[in-house]
């Protein structure tokens, strides 16, 4: 294996996780405006990208894997770093930048998405309080005896055997 089909792998992955990153983004604004439709759009076009994006994480797996069999490595650094070592320098400096970059998005893609989630939870309390206030839970009010759960033990005059 190639060091380019490496560099095509991982270019190909960054520009990947750059578009889910930019479809976090756009959550975002989705859930700040309130708009339950244009979320659930993007929720599927993530859904749609979620499945390519493994595909090409098991293709760089592969290509990482073949291109450090012939120098003898075990299978345990079958990393991009490993990698790196191996490359000559014409290409190493391009795949080095493209895995810095790849960390740094899926990192922002974490941040983001803690972010989004956040959102919603306050957005699910906000409605949660807004409920209470249009239909708040009156409390009951205990001028008579206890209520009784199952079958009446009452002691009153009518039920007493004379």
């Given amino acids: 294996m190639s060091a380019d089909q490496l560099v095509t792998v991982m270019e190909r992955l960054l520009d990947l996780h750059n578009s889910l990153l930019e479809k976090a983004y756009q959550k975002t ?3 700040e405006k309130g708009d ?3 979320l ?18 098991q293709v ?3 290509v990482v894997r073949n291109f450090l069999t012939p120098f003898h490595v075990e299978e345990e650094n079958f990393t991009i770093s490993t990698c790196l070592t191996y490359i000559d320098d014409s290409k190493k400096d391009k795949l080095a930048d493209f ?9 922002k893609l974490q941040k983001q998405n803690e972010l989004n989630s956040e959102l919603i939870k306050q957005s699910l309390q906000f409605v949660q309080m807004s409920l209470d206030m249009f239909y ?8 008579g005896p206890p209520k009784q759960s199952g079958p009446s033990t009452s ?3 009518f039920n007493r055997k004379a």
């Fill in 155 to 157: 002691n009153s005059l």
């Fill in 36 to 38: 339950i439709e244009a």
């Fill in 136 to 143: 708040p839970k009156t409390p009951e009010f205990n001028y």
């Fill in 99 to 107: 895995r810095e970059e790849l960390l740094e998005v899926a990192q």
């Fill in 60 to 62: 760089r797996q592969q």
């Fill in 40 to 57: 659930n759009t993007l929720i599927k076009e993530e859904q749609k990208l979620l499945p390519t994006i493994n595909k090409f994480e």
């Fill in 29 to 31: 604004t989705v859930i």
